[in-house]
Structure formats: C-alpha cells, structure tokens
C-alpha cells in the first residue's frame, strides 16, 4: 500500500534524482521517488563506460540503483507521471497517474517466463532499438524494479505468457491509477534527451550505419545488442569509424545554440574503447573544438591522441551512403583552407545536442530558460533553488552536466530541501 504523505517528491530515478533521493531519506525524511520509465537508473544504466576512469556504468549505478529501492526512507513509483501539482500551504498537492504494466507488481517475480513464451519480436528501446524485446518484459536485466510490463500496443492477445506465469500476475484488465500525494519540498531530477534535430541531415533513422552515441554505449557494453561491436545493417565487424560532433547542437538554425558539454568527453571515451575493442579499427573524430574542461579530462583526451585516434578540425555538412550501406561523410576541412571532401566510413556515430526531457508547463509553477532547460533564479550562489519556494532542481534537467557534476548537484538539492523541511515546519516528522 502506497503512503500518502511524504517529506519530499523527486521527480526522475536517474543518477541525479536516486542521488538526491538518498541523501534526504539518509537523514530520516520520507522520500517518494516518481520515475515516467518502468525502471529507475536514467541515462547511466545505458552507457558502457564512464568518463575519464573509464569505470563500468552499470556496475557502479546498479548499486545506487539498489540503495534507493532498498532504502527504508524511499519508495519508488515507476511507469508514473506527475499530472499536476499545486501549492498547499508551505507544502504541495500533487496528483500522479500510474500507467497499467498488465502485470500486479506485488505478485511479479521478475523470472521471465513470460518472455521466454512470447511470440513477438520488437525493437528494444533499451538497446537503442538495435536488439529485440518481446511484447511482455522486464526493461533490461539490471532494472529496478524487476517487473515485467506488458507492451500492449504489440501484444498478439495469445495469452502464452498467461499460461506459463507461475504466480497468476499478468492482469490485462489493469487500469491507470490516479493517486493524490501531500509533499513538503520537491526536486525536479528529470534529466535530457538526445536531440533529433540533424537528423535529416545526417540520415539518422534512414541510414542504418548512422547511429548516436547512446547507441553506441550499448553497442560497446559486454552485456549490449550483439555482445560485440558490429555495425547494424550486417553485422559486419567495422575497421572504419567517424564520429561527428556537434551534431544539431551549437546551430542556431536549429535551434540548439549551446554546447552540450559532455558530447567531446564521451566521444573520446568511446573511441578509445573501441581501439581496445577492435585494435586495428581506424577512427576519426570530426570536431569544431574539444572542450575538455574537467579534472583530468584534458590527459584523457591526449592519452585518445596517443592511441591513434585521429582528431579533425572540420564540419560535417551531410551524410549519405554507397551501394553496400556505407556511409559517406561529406566533409568541410576546416584547417585546409574549407576544402570539401567526401570520405567513406563503415559505421558513423553522431554526437547530437542535448535537450531537455520534460518541460514543466501546466503541471509545475517552474520557469524553463530560452534553451528549455530548467531555470534557477539565483545560478551562481544557489544554483539548485527555482522561483518556486520549496522546489529544486538537480542534474542534467537545469543544462547539460555529466554524472560528478549531476551528483554533486543532487547533494546541494537535497540539502536545500532540508533545510527548507526543517525551516517551514512541513515534514511528516
Ligand atoms: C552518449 C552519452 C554518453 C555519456 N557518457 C558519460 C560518461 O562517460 N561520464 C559522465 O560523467 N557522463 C556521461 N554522460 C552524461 C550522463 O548521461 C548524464 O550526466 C546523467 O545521465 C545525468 O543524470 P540525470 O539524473 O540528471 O538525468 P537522466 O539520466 O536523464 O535521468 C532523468 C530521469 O528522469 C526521468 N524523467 C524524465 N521526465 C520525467 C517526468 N516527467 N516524470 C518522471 N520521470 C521523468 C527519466 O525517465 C530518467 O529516468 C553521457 C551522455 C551521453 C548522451
């Protein structure tokens, strides 16, 4: 039985929501964390390796995964979104929908049988539609909660894994659950989304060797797709990659005018683990600047440049391919006099823009900036506080950050929120 009266509601399970999350439920508070995905972990749990220690994403968010869902202070509601929330008080009224999984979470072992009977094959979202799902699962083998969710928009009606579930759990007549919830504080944790906006000039979608960076961080993860790196259209083991930053991002026709921050970063990550991957792999990093601004970030990209990788100073103007699907990267050479080439790749990653995943509008009284990211009304000395008493925002949903940065921010969050708690009286303490 869900409470109904928490100290505070962080909206996203990404790092930087399950980090805040943790830090005020560490200090007694009664914390709901509401998650829109079927499970918690945002972006992190999708990548392979993380910037500048190169340690395992998933073995170091797993844990922190864990600790929020296995905290006493916590609970968490996935496949849920907030609908509306009011002031009340010093506090806040907030009305969340569950949507129906067709699957009774309390009852639901997570072992998969259900899978294993399903005839339907559709791209996984999870694995940046690069490998297959079926039409009942549990999100991906690491996910938090473990509960499958049935995809009803695919599902065949057959009933296969209604026969084989050992715990009677699959429930097609589930309904979406409304719930009123009472809050004293709120942090907006929702994080980004991958830009979209290039894709017409770089043929994501319609060239099948054209793929972004996240799917790359599935392509190079020991447990992705197709367990190795191989390119989509044939499963062929690529020797020649280019990676395109910038790509729809720092474009004022666009409409992403900012840099994105972590693309340059992540871009040599995934170059170098592709150089140990594949070690006869040629790879050529077209870039406008790298900006590797963070501690050690500056010897990453040097250690990337005495591995081989080539970095080129130049602007990817199109994409197309050749017969057998391989991408051709029509190119202005920035550093020999604009001239235009055209070079042939077996596989091309794009670093698009960042951008952000939810826009409060008509559900919380919180200011966006012009570049759509959540707005703080003091950035330089209390960089989490909104205009709205008692809400806070923490991560990549105020801008572009990477995971120290979203951490950090996460903590001062939970902090403030504290101590608003403490100061306006409104805990259920
Ligand atoms: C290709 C790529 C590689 C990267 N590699 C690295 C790296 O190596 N090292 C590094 O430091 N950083 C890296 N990053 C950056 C890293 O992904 C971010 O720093 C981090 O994910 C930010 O965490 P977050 O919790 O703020 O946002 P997210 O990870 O985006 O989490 C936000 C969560 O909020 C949920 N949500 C959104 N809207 C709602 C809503 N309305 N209601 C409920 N829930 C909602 C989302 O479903 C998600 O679970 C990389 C980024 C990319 C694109």
Request: hydrophobic fraction near 40%.
């Amino acid at each position: 039985m869900t409470k109904q009266k928490y100290d505070a509601l962080v909206i996203g399970g990404g790092i930087a929501g399950m980090q805040a999350a943790i830090d005020m439920a560490d200090q007694g508070f009664q914390v709901l964390i509401v998650e829109r995905e079927a499970s918690i972990g945002g972006k992190m749990i999708v990548l392979s390796k993380v910037f500048p220690t190169l340690d395992c994403a998933s073995c170091i968010c797993t844990p922190k995964m864990a600790a929020a869902a296995h905290h006493d202070n916590i609970t968490i509601m996935t496949y849920t979104e907030v609908k509306k929330i009011e002031r009340a008080g010093k506090g806040f009224k907030a009305s969340v929908l569950k949507r129906p999984r067709y699957v009774r979470e309390a009852d639901c072992t997570g072992c998969r049988l259900c899978e294993y009977v399903c005839p339907v094959d559709i791209p996984h979202e999870f694995e940046g539609e690069l490998g297959a799902r079926k039409a009942i699962y549990v999100p991906f083998s690491n996910a938090i909660p473990q509960v499958a969710l049935v995809d009803l928009d695919h599902c065949i009606l057959c009933a296969a894994c209604e026969r084989v579930c050992p715990t009677g759990c699959i429930d097609f007549l589930q309904e979406p659950e409304e719930q009123a919830i009472e809050v004293g504080a709120i942090v907006v944790a929702t994080g980004y989304e991958l830009s979209s906006a290039a894709k017409k000039q770089y043929g994501k979608g319609m060239l099948p060797n054209v793929v972004t960076a996240l799917q790359t961080e599935r392509l190079l993860a020991p447990h992705g797709p197709y367990g190795r790196v191989l390119r989509p259209s044939d499963g062929k083991i690529p020797d020649t990659v280019a990676y395109v930053q910038c790509a729809g991002s720092r474009d004022r026709s666009l409409g992403i005018p900012y840099c994105s921050r972590v693309c340059c970063m992540y871009a040599i990550k995934q170059a170098m683990l592709l150089s140990g991957a594949l070690p006869m792999i040629e790879i050529t990093v077209y870039y406008m600047d790298i900006r590797a601004f963070g501690k050690g970030f500056e010897q990453f990209y040097q250690n990337a440049k005495a591995m081989g990788i080539a970095f080129v100073k130049a602007k990817v103007a199109k994409i197309t391919e050749d017969g057998n699907r391989n991408p051709i990267v029509r190119v202005e050479m920035i550093e020999e006099n604009g001239q235009v080439e055209e070079r042939k790749y077996d596989m091309v990653v794009l670093s698009p823009g960042i951008v952000p995943a939810w826009n409060p509008a008509g559900v919380l009284s919180i200011d966006t900036a012009d570049d759509g990211f959540l707005s703080c009304t003091q950035p330089k000395l209390a960089p989490c506080r909104t205009k709205e008493q008692g809400i806070f925002v923490a991560g990549a949903a105020s801008g572009p950050k990477d995971i120290p940065d979203s951490i950090v921010e996460a903590g001062a969050a939970a902090m403030e929120a504290s101590v608003y708690l403490h100061e306006s009286g409104v805990t259920t303490r």
